[in-house]
């Protein structure tokens, strides 16, 4: 069976909290936190996550109103983001934009905000845009707007792909697209802290397009009764579905190990990720024998020690791969890599869309070909 590990140690009441540790507490999976009745905490989070929803609610009402303006780029805006915090699966989405760009031949730039860690260090997301959308600038301010002019003036860009920012509504767009991951797709319903959810659902009826991801990891019924749900707040939506399509696996010197030969391989996993479970289900479905998995909080820093210990535990397993996702990777690439066996690698996938991609395309190429009115 497998182990699953959490941060720098196995799951256990003496930890601090993790990001696994806070899922466990609001998706009422522990009966207790640290002593405390678990649905005690969970009534202190829902306390404390009433203000900020009431600050949520104002600024959106604020900018729908106009008293907060949003400022125009000058060139067609085009929004990818999430009503949840942690591994929907927007970045696959967002590096899909690009390339539909480049099929359109249009210049295009992503705009992100960025993520600092106590160190200072830039976070994983524009790393691995900037590795995945090759040619295409990156550009990193929490600034929109300012992000938005340097990538005009500087980079010549004709469409700007804003990552992340369906709740930053400063710098206006022209197209809202909202990922929403099938496997937990409105944050156990409740607002942050309580819940993952940013703001309310209700907010999808700013959105223009939904975009279902891990569509292969839930049954049928469970994806067309989430489209009802979506459809209930915002019936004009596009909605297609879409699943995150494993096309390789890496190793340090890029040498592509065959998908087939992940069946019955003994892999030991790790990532820091919003979703791990995600991960490991992909690993499961590609056959593999997964003999420990370890879940680091989302955007953990990795250090040499961090690989040093995945490895050793890989050794003591008798594993044959150490496996981890492309975002984590492009966090190691200034790590020195332990030496010896088992190697370690990371698992390429591509969002592909299965169902309602025509429909989808041809919402972007009414935006780019300046056929949708504005605020639409």
């Known amino acids: 069976m497998t182990q699953v590990r959490v941060g720098r140690a196995s799951i256990g009441r003496n930890l601090e909290l993790s990001h696994q540790t806070y899922l466990n507490l609001i998706s009422a999976q522990d009966r207790s936190f640290y002593g405390i009745p678990a649905g005690t905490a969970r009534g202190v989070l829902t306390v404390l996550s009433w203000p900020y929803s009431a600050v949520v609610r104002l600024r959106n009402r604020l900018y729908s109103s106009g008293l907060l303006a949003s400022h125009r780029a000058g060139v067609p805006v085009v929004c990818v983001g999430n009503l949840t915090t942690g591994g929907t699966g927007k970045t696959p989405l967002v590096v899909w934009m690009c390339r539909y760009l480049r099929k359109r031949q249009l210049r295009g730039a992503i705009l992100t905000r960025g993520y600092k860690t106590q160190k200072g260090e830039s976070s994983d997301e524009p790393a691995l845009l900037t590795a995945q959308c090759g040619g295409v600038p990156v550009v990193v301010n929490p600034n929109r707007v300012a992000g ?18 369906f709740q930053h509504r400063r710098l206006a767009r022209d197209l809202d697209i909202v990922a929403i991951d099938a496997t937990l797709p409105f944050g156990y319903g409740r607002i942050l802290p309580a819940g993952l959810l940013r703001e309310p659902v209700t907010g999808l009826r700013r959105a223009h397009a939904v975009v279902l991801t891990r569509c292969d990891q839930v049954p049928d019924e469970t994806l067309s009764q989430i489209e009802q749900e979506i459809q209930a707040v915002n019936r004009n939506l596009v909605i297609a579905r879409s699943i995150h399509a494993p096309v390789g696996i890496r190793t340090a010197r890029e040498a592509e190990i065959p998908l087939k030969e992940m069946r019955g391989m003994r892999v030991y996993a790790f990532c820091g990720i919003g979703n791990p479970q995600a ?17 680091f909080d989302d955007h953990y820093q990795y250090t040499a020690d961090d690989l040093k210990s995945v490895h050793g535990q890989a050794q003591e397993r008798q594993a044959s791969l150490v496996l981890t996702t492309q975002k984590d990777w492009t966090k190691m690439t200034r790590l020195a890599l332990p030496e010896g066996a088992p190697s370690l690698a990371y698992l390429a996938i591509d969002l592909r869309i299965t169902t309602g991609e025509e429909a989808l395309t041809s919402l972007i190429d009414r935006v780019l070909d300046g056929r949708m009115p504005l605020g639409l």
């Open 148 to 165: 938005a002019t340097q990538a005009i003036r500087s980079h010549g860009a004709q469409v700007l792909v804003m990552d992340d920012g």
């Open 279 to 295: 991960f490991l289900r992909t690993l499961e479905w590609l056959g593999a024998d997964v003999v420990e998995s370890r879940a």
